[in-house]
């Protein structure tokens, strides 16, 4: 039985609280004692039912409980069912009368000391005196913080105390005095200038006309194509120049033929005929644009140092506009183009212009465009 319930993984406990017999029983019953029972005329109901709970034959646990402990069934109401109990061994009598004796029954005993202490108690106790040992210590490190002083330039120069103790003049304070006859005090001015920045005496000046003087009109600017001319101009009498309508026009004249900046670069406009996803690097890869561009959307490119680069999924539905001209599409299909350089110059001579025939939603999408600017 000890073994079928070892097999279980029972205690005597489990054994107890779910048989609802004392686990002293349980342990006669597997070490085949029934000395150990009050009445033993229980003795076989409990042998049964443990049996039972193991899962065992309750009669042929029974019958070998009986073989083992030398066991024999009787009557409920003879003699033998009950346990013989021991004779109470006579207590000593004491002297004295009963009333002193501190040992009576009837006398109440007081608890222990060691047995009104619980263990939770005591770590209770143990966390508060390490909260306060935390607390005081912090307290103590602040207020050590605070007490501590602190020394900082300041504004004022050090002066000199006036009132000093006099001393009776000896051979020792004569001699210190005529060795340190040729110390110089330094003043307060010396002084204050370990607090303050060094102010220039006389401030740096640099010509900001320098480079402009240095420049020849007949090398840099507009008028640098011409050829140098190394012999000064001729002077023009006044009765040579013409009237004043005719150097008016003709200074403007000269105006109109000299170009100072650069021609604008043609506009690059992207636009998509069906919905298409397209992204806009920088050419520092910073993303400037990305969009699902839906039939008829467009973006303008803007105009950067560098031309930035495309990369687009559908791309037989992008087209682009440079200078009013349409170009493209982009790929063919369904396609992905990747790194595709957005300048007036590379679109151009990359792709041909569109052709308004092979792809309807690019006929109507130029047709829409068309009648809204008229």
């Known amino acids: 039985m000890r073994g079928e319930r070892a097999t279980l993984g029972k205690s005597l406990l489990d054994v107890q609280r779910e048989l609802k017999i004392k686990a002293t029983y349980i342990a006669a019953i597997e070490n085949a004692d029934p000395t150990a029972f009050e009445t033993q005329g229980f003795i076989a109901g409990y042998v ?155 401030p740096v000046l640099v010509a900001r006309d320098a480079p402009i003087a240095t420049l020849d009109p007949a090398m840099v600017g507009a008028l640098a194509a011409q050829a140098p001319r190394s012999e000064p101009l001729p002077r023009i009498a006044a009765s040579a120049l013409p009237e004043d309508t005719e150097v008016s026009a003709a200074i403007d004249a000269a105006a109109a033929s000299v170009q100072v900046v650069a021609e604008e670069a043609p506009e690059v406009v992207l636009f998509a005929v069906r919905p298409s996803w397209v992204r806009v690097r920088a050419a520092d890869g910073t993303v400037l644009f990305e969009k699902i561009l839906d039939a008829g959307e467009r973006y303008v490119i803007p105009a950067t140092e560098e031309p930035p680069v495309l990369r687009a999924g559908n791309a037989g539905s992008v087209y682009f506009s440079v200078g009013g001209q349409t170009y493209g599409p982009a790929g063919e299909g369904p396609s992905v183009v990747k790194n595709l350089v957005l300048s007036a110059e590379e679109l151009s001579s990359r792709f041909q212009v569109a052709d308004l025939g092979k792809d309807v939603d690019l006929a109507r999408f130029i047709a829409v465009a068309q009648a809204a600017e008229e």
């Not at 009576?104 to 005196?129: D, M, N, Q, T, Y």
């Not at 490190?141 to 103790?165: M, N, T, Y």
């Open 48 to 202: 049964r039912s443990y049996a039972r709970y193991l899962g065992l034959d309750p009669e042929w646990a029974y019958a070998r409980f009986c073989e083992e402990s030398n066991f024999t069934t009787s009557h409920g109401m003879s003699p033998a069912a009950s346990a013989a109990r021991p004779a109470a061994a006579p207590e000593p009598r004491k002297a004295g009368s009963g009333l002193g004796d501190p040992d009576a029954l009837f006398v109440p005993r007081g608890e222990a000391l060691i047995s009104r202490i619980e263990p939770g108690a005591i770590g209770s106790v143990l966390v508060l005196l390490s909260l306060i040992v935390v607390i005081g210590y912090g307290g103590w490190s602040v207020f050590r913080e605070i007490q501590k002083v602190q020394f900082a330039p300041v504004e004022q120069a050090p002066g000199v105390a006036s009132a000093v103790d006099v001393i009776e003049p000896d051979a020792e304070v004569l001699a210190a005095l005529e060795e340190t006859s040729g110390l110089v005090v330094p003043g307060s001015d010396t002084l204050d200038r370990i607090y303050r920045p060094e102010a220039l005496d006389v």
